[in-house]
């Protein structure tokens, strides 16, 4: 089936530094999205991206739809604590269906 | 914004009984919905698609009847995991779909289920 490459896998980074990750996939996908998931709960809308070179905000954070419509990025400003989490990408075709990527599971040193 | 609600949040079951997951949306009428399953540190797979008042659709490799789904009304579908067993322990998720046209998905919160 389909597949998203997301990576990086995890980040360390320290409070106040910048955050990027991107996924990629071989197939077209027309709407892209960016969850974050806390442990023992369900993911939380980030940005959603539904046009081929599309950048869109959303505080500190800012996601962009690649214009081959096969990838995105989504970067973090100026990290917080409550930063922390697991950040999946997610691809959505036909029938509203959402492809996941493996996720990138950031941690924040105060 | 709509909030997806799901039941119970956590289950611990003997091996060989069944479990019922239900997930309501609590706010609006969910034409759709949608059933995860994700392992430990790993990302969500898509187990099937429940649409109201007919069958649920089942991805390739999801056992029809190991995991049946009931979408009996536009605010509840329901996923029973038949004859647990110990692999079948793992977080499930649904998600729900609404009436408008911008295809946003509502998560619910995830229940996770354990079989001793």
């Known amino acids: 089936g389909q597949q998203l490459n997301q990576s990086p896998q995890s980040m360390f980074i320290q409070e106040g530094e910048d955050v990027s990750m991107n996924c990629t996939s071989s197939?077209?996908?027309?709407?892209w999205l960016w969850y974050k998931q806390d442990p023992g709960e369900g993911p939380v809308l980030l940005i959603a991206l539904y046009k081929a070179g599309e950048l869109t905000s959303n505080g500190r954070l800012t996601a962009q739809f690649g214009i081959t419509r096969k990838d995105s990025f989504l970067n973090i400003s100026a990290s917080i604590p409550s930063d922390v989490g697991i950040y999946f990408c997610a691809g959505q075709g036909g029938a509203q269906k959402l492809v996941f990527g493996q996720g990138t599971r950031l941690t924040i040193n105060p | 914004g709509a909030v997806v609600s799901q039941h119970p949040s956590r289950v611990i079951c003997k091996s060989g009984t069944s479990v019922k997951i239900e997930c309501r949306s609590l706010d609006f009428q969910a034409t759709t919905m949608f059933w995860y399953r994700q392992f430990p540190k790993k990302s969500l797979m898509l187990m099937a698609t429940s649409n109201e008042g007919s069958k649920a659709t089942y991805e390739q490799g999801v056992e029809k009847d190991k995991f049946l789904i009931n979408h009996a009304s536009l605010t509840l579908s329901t996923l029973t995991v038949t004859s647990a067993h110990p692999e079948d322990s793992s977080f499930y998720i649904c998600?729900?779909?609404?009436?408008?046209?911008?295809?946003?998905?509502?998560f619910g919160e995830g229940s996770r289920l354990t079989v001793l």
């Open positions: 197939s077209i996908f027309n709407t």
């Open positions: 998600s729900a779909a609404g009436y408008d046209n911008t295809g946003e998905l509502f």
